[in-house]
Each structure stands twice: as structure tokens, then as C-alpha cells.
């Protein structure tokens, strides 16, 4: 992930934009009143950055939710096609964040309040459908194949989203932007979801007993994106 690793100059080299410190009091942007942002050249290349790495996170979930959706319906896993569907959220999510650093919007306290709410709302679209989807599961003994390509493309992103979302994380935090913060979020829970998923495929592949636990990886994939979207609603996450 060249691009991944290609962001820390700017977050890590520009130039100190913070004047005083104070204990800390964040408002619903989650900004640091005691540390108050200045916009200088090193947060315009750091929102540039942000900007080119929601591209990169939208292609790559674009391929993760279509190839996971795939598999999933095609196996019957309710775990591995709620994890594919988190493709949607993490999509808005990314949208969100070119949206909020395009043209004026960059310098937009607004704007970021909005891109904030939009990320928060990304985490709730697919939780009832997965919530209910794997109950209907775990109560009427529903047995998921084996697959494959779902295994596959569930380690690929174990390996690559911890990175992009640190990434966005750091820059979130640069450029006191709780909506890149919260996108960078959505990659680590892209992650964490992925490796449960991936360990759910892999035991009922060779463990026919363990079938209860593609449905209950799947409500826990549901209860994580609904506390997230909490978490992004109140614009926790910025002082990390």
C-alpha cells in the first residue's frame, strides 16, 4: 500500500499548528478547544492526503463488498455477506470525506459538522439487516458453506486495512477532522469484522459443529457498527 505508507510526512514533518494547551474540552466536532487548529500549508497537504486515501478506501471496499457479497449469498453466510455489505457504509463514508475536503468545503466548520453526521449515519444503514439476518440464522439452524474466494478476500483485508486506517486516523487527527478520523475507524472495524469472519469461514469449513458461529460473528459485526456510529456522532476519536 504505497499510498498508505506515503502519508506520514506530511502528518509527522509539517510544521506545528497548535498554539497553548489547555485540558482538553472537544465540542461535537471533536476539536480540541485548548488546541485550537491552524490552517497552514502542512494541514492543506494533509487534507489533500485525506482526500486521496478516501479515493483509495473506495476502490478498495468497492472490491471487497462486491466480491464478499459474492461469496457470502453464494454460501449462505450470513457473517461473510453482513461484512460485504459494511462495503456500503464504509463507501458513504469515504464519499463523505472527499465531499467535506473538495473546493470550499475544505475551510468549512459546517461542513465538517455535516461530513461528521453522514460518517455517524454510514455505520447505522446495514446494522438491522445483519442483526436480524443472523438471529433468523442462529435460531433456525441455518448451516453456511464453505468458501474459498470468502476466505481469500476476508485475510486481504486483514493485512491492508489496518494500515489505511491508521493512516486516515493520523491525518484525521492532523487536521482535527472527526469525519476522517471516523473513516479511518471504519477501516479498522473493515479489519477487525474480516478476521472474525475469516476465522468463522475457516473453522465451518472444517468443523461442521461450528456453524452458530457465522451467525454470531454476524451480530457482532451489527453491534460494533451501531456503537461506532455513536462514537462518530458524538465526534469522539479526534485527540487519539
Same mark, same amino acid.
Given at each position: 500500500?504505497?499510498?498508505?505508507?506515503?502519508?506520514?510526512?506530511?502528518?509527522?514533518? +509539517?510544521? !506545528?499548528?497548535?498554539?497553548?494547551?489547555?485540558?482538553?474540552?472537544?465540542?461535537?466536532?471533536?476539536?480540541?478547544?485548548? @488546541?485550537?487548529?491552524?490552517?497552514?500549508?502542512?494541514?492543506?497537504?494533509?487534507?489533500?492526503?485525506?482526500?486521496?486515501?478516501?479515493?483509495? %478506501?473506495?476502490?478498495?471496499?468497492?472490491? $471487497?463488498?462486491?466480491?464478499?457479497?459474492?461469496?457470502?449469498?453464494?454460501?449462505? !453466510?450470513?457473517?461473510?455477506?453482513?461484512?460485504?455489505?459494511?462495503?456500503?457504509?464504509?463507501?458513504?463514508?469515504? @464519499?463523505?470525506?472527499?465531499?467535506?475536503?473538495?473546493? +470550499?468545503? =475544505?475551510? /468549512? $466548520?459546517?461542513? $465538517?459538522?455535516?461530513?461528521?453526521?453522514?460518517?455517524?449515519? %454510514?455505520?447505522?444503514?446495514?446494522?438491522?439487516?445483519?442483526?436480524?439476518? !443472523?438471529?433468523?440464522?442462529?435460531?433456525?439452524?441455518?448451516? /453456511? $458453506?464453505? %468458501?474459498?474466494?470468502?476466505?481469500?478476500?476476508?485475510?486481504?483485508?486483514?493485512?491492508?486495512?489496518?494500515?489505511?486506517?491508521?493512516?486516515?486516523?493520523?491525518?484525521? =487527527?492532523?487536521?482535527?477532522?472527526?469525519? =476522517?478520523?471516523?473513516?479511518?475507524?471504519?477501516?479498522?472495524?473493515?479489519?477487525?469484522?474480516?478476521?472474525?469472519?475469516?476465522?468463522?469461514?475457516?473453522? =465451518?469449513?472444517?468443523?461442521?459443529?461450528?456453524?452458530?458461529?457465522?451467525?454470531?460473528?454476524?451480530?457482532?459485526?451489527?453491534?460494533?457498527?451501531?456503537?461506532?456510529?455513536?462514537? %462518530?456522532?458524538?465526534?469522539?476519536?479526534?485527540?487519539?
Amino acid at each position: 500500500m504505497g499510498p498508505a505508507a506515503g502519508i506520514a510526512d506530511p502528518v509527522i514533518d +509539517a510544521p !506545528s499548528t497548535t498554539i497553548g494547551h489547555h485540558d482538553h474540552d472537544h465540542d461535537h466536532a471533536g476539536h480540541d478547544h485548548g @488546541v485550537p487548529i491552524v490552517r497552514d500549508g502542512g494541514w492543506h497537504r494533509a487534507a489533500a492526503w485525506a482526500r486521496r486515501l478516501a479515493w483509495v %478506501s473506495l476502490v478498495l471496499v468497492g472490491i $471487497e463488498g462486491v466480491v464478499g457479497l459474492w461469496q457470502g449469498l453464494a454460501a449462505g !453466510s450470513i457473517a461473510l455477506t453482513g461484512w460485504a455489505l459494511g462495503a456500503i457504509p464504509e463507501a458513504l463514508a469515504g @464519499v463523505v470525506v472527499i465531499w467535506r475536503f473538495t473546493g +470550499a468545503r =475544505t475551510l /468549512s $466548520e459546517t461542513a $465538517e459538522r455535516r461530513a461528521q453526521i453522514g460518517v455517524a449515519i %454510514s455505520f447505522w444503514i446495514n446494522a438491522p439487516y445483519i442483526a436480524a439476518e !443472523s438471529i433468523r440464522h442462529l435460531v433456525g439452524d441455518h448451516r /453456511s $458453506e464453505g %468458501s474459498a474466494i470468502g476466505i481469500a478476500v476476508t485475510a486481504a483485508a486483514v493485512l491492508v486495512m489496518p494500515m489505511l486506517g491508521r493512516a486516515q486516523r493520523r491525518l484525521g =487527527t492532523r487536521l482535527g477532522s472527526a469525519a =476522517t478520523v471516523g473513516e479511518g475507524v471504519q477501516n479498522y472495524l473493515c479489519a477487525i469484522q474480516a478476521a472474525a469472519v475469516l476465522v468463522g469461514l475457516t473453522l =465451518t469449513t472444517g468443523w461442521s459443529g461450528g456453524w452458530w458461529l457465522d451467525p454470531l460473528i454476524g451480530l457482532g459485526v451489527a453491534a460494533v457498527s451501531v456503537w461506532q456510529g455513536f462514537r %462518530s456522532w458524538r465526534g469522539e476519536g479526534c485527540g487519539c
